[in-house]
């Protein structure tokens, strides 16, 4: 069974930086997106951005300019980099991992901003 990896989640201050990896357990073949969804208490799941095959990206307004993600494609391999974080990012940060067949979840990774 494949699972996708998080990782790089903590607490730090307003202000600060976090950088999150995720990668699938093993070879899934062909990866189309990558991206990263988060959910805060109380609200629904939102997605924050994500990266296709060919490294076109989109970010959802709440994120731009501090946040950027990028994609390794030989090591299968998705990163979040979080700058500039607030206390409104806090969240449980999800990664998906889409082929031609499957979507693939992993299971959070938590990310608190303390003001």
């Known amino acids: 069974q494949v699972q996708v990896v998080e990782s790089g989640g903590g607490l730090v201050q307003a202000g600060g930086s976090l950088r999150l990896p995720c990668a699938p357990s093993?070879?899934?073949?062909?990866?189309?997106?990558m991206g990263w969804y988060r959910q805060a208490p109380g609200k629904q799941r939102e997605l924050v951005a994500d990266?296709?095959?060919?490294?076109?990206?989109w970010y959802a307004d709440s994120v731009k300019g501090r946040f950027t993600i990028s994609r390794d494609n030989i090591n299968n391999t998705v990163y979040l980099q979080m700058n500039s974080l607030k206390p409104e990012d806090t969240a449980l940060y999800y990664c998906?991992?889409?082929?031609?067949?499957?979507?693939?979840w992993g299971q959070g990774t938590q990310v608190t901003v303390s003001s």
């Open positions: 990266i296709s095959s060919v490294g076109i990206a």
């Open positions: 093993r070879n899934i073949g062909r990866i189309n997106a």
């Open positions: 998906t991992v889409k082929t031609l067949w499957s979507d693939y």
